[in-house]
């Protein structure tokens, strides 16, 4: 996987990343991340990628790692696990 760039954001690490012939898009959160892939030829440039990571997406990504949060700190709870 090749490393090509991050897009700054305040409140994610948002990594892009070249493989198998597709984008790689990494949104890290602390301990969640979410990944995106999309095929090489589906995009003309970079730009549309970084275009995407609009204020509606991001919400709802936020959201996203919300749940995820909630969801695992659920298992930790019910399976006695301190984390």
Not at 20 to 36: H, L, P, R, S, V
Not at 54 to 83: I, S
Request: glycine share 4%; hydrophobic share 35%.
């Amino acid at each position: 996987m090749r490393y090509i760039k991050d897009i700054p954001h305040q409140q994610f690490k948002i990594s892009i990343y070249q493989w198998n012939n597709k984008y790689i898009i990494k949104i890290e959160a602390g301990m969640f991340e979410q990944t995106y892939k999309i095929d090489e030829y589906e995009i003309t440039n970079l730009e549309e990628i970084e275009k995407c990571m609009d204020v509606p997406f991001l919400t709802k990504v936020a959201g996203r790692f919300e749940a995820m949060q909630g969801d695992f700190g659920d298992t930790l709870q019910r399976n006695d696990v301190v984390f």
